[in-house]
């Protein structure tokens, strides 16, 4: 659709598949060999050249190696905001200038405005459930100087009757919702091919042990599902990590106090204006995609690292996931959370009523 409406509005097109995963297992899940005649069929359509390139090198040292250490840490990194700054923002554009595009347009839900005063807004796309702003932080002035996003400006159902209008083969595609380098397969199940995972203890805050895990890499801070607890009472949560002691530590109920924090710290931020906005600044910042965004203050910034206090308690804040910040539906930019403030049950204090979903 981002290609045929850009060839409405006159522009010259041409297709590029990106490959960045090299199949060597016979699961059968991943669609690079789909994805690949699907491309094909919608350049046919149109009459339009198309090119593929191939980053599985790339990567795998940019981003699947990375992703795999924080792991090994105990950690939870995403790599998909990472693919997008080494790969898609980086790599892909540097391909098409080769091939003499003037820009790179994706089918990203989020939209590039030029303001008067000569910078690029990066804002959320129209459709709120399929906004893709959270994964677009680190595109900076200079990447959007070189990038379009022709279907931000509307709902995910409009671009689907485009798809219809313009009788493309992907029309009735299935959105795609697995991680960007191994599609929806079984996650658990994909990473035992790389990690040496051992077994320890499920243990409460008190050191009370209650189960046995597969390795501590397999969890993440808030997670139900998966755990094979059971036993009268609520549900279990994932509620910290100790990764020294190879232990998964676990409470009872989604509003146990030790799942909740109001306070952050993250490193390495990313502008979109290319300049940190003036401290301390009130504004309104997402944990993950698709939180609601949440009220914030960005405290004060010393050296890599940015202080956040929150109005209302956070649940399950992770480190090596990524805060985004917003005003209004401009995205500010983001940065990697490096640790949560103390939780309510560290400061044995009583949970307010309202809390973050």
Request: with cysteine; charged share 25%; proline share 4%.
């Amino acid at each position: 659709v981002t290609a045929a409406l850009l060839q409405e509005m006159g522009f010259t097109v041409i297709g590029m598949f990106m490959k960045n995963w090299e199949e060597k297992d016979e699961m059968g899940i991943c669609t690079t060999a789909g994805d690949s005649a699907d491309v094909a069929r919608v350049c046919d359509r149109l009459k339009i050249a198309h090119y593929t390139v191939n980053f599985a090198e790339q990567y795998r040292t940019l981003v699947f190696d990375e992703f795999l250490q924080g792991l090994k840490n105990g950690k939870t990194p995403n790599p998909d905001i990472l693919c997008n700054k080494e790969i898609k923002f980086q790599l892909l554009i540097e391909a098409a200038l080769q091939l003499g595009a003037e820009a790179l347009a994706t089918g990203h839900y989020a939209q590039n405005i030029l303001q008067e005063d000569g910078l690029h807004k990066l804002a959320k796309g129209v459709d709120p459930i399929k906004d893709q702003t959270y994964f677009l932080y680190t595109a900076n002035q200079a990447i959007l100087k070189k990038v379009l996003f022709p279907v931000g400006g509307m709902p995910k159902s409009e671009v689907r009757a485009l798809a219809r209008k313009f009788n493309l083969s992907t029309a009735e595609k299935k959105d795609s919702t697995g991680i960007c380098f191994i599609g929806e397969r079984n996650f658990r199940t994909f990473l035992k091919d790389f990690i040496p995972y051992q077994a320890g203890n499920f243990e409460r805050l008190d050191k009370t042990v209650v189960g046995k895990h597969e390795g501590v890499a397999f969890y993440t801070l808030g997670q139900r599902r998966g755990l094979g607890l059971g036993g009268e009472g609520d549900a279990w949560f994932v509620v910290d990590k100790d990764i020294e002691r190879n232990v998964v530590i676990v409470e009872r109920g989604e509003r146990h106090p030790a799942l909740f924090a109001d306070a952050l710290v993250c490193r390495d931020a990313s502008w979109v204006a290319d300049k940190s906005p003036s401290l301390p600044l009130t504004c309104r910042a997402k944990i993950r995609y698709r939180q609601p965004d949440q009220e914030c203050v960005i405290e004060r910034q010393e050296e890599n690292k940015l202080y956040v206090r929150f109005k209302v308690p956070q649940r399950a804040i992770t480190p090596e996931q990524s805060i985004v910040f917003y005003l209004d539906d401009s995205c500010l930019g983001g940065a990697i959370i490096n640790s949560r403030g103390q939780n309510y049950y560290e400061q044995k204090r009583p949970l307010p009523d309202t809390v973050s979903p």
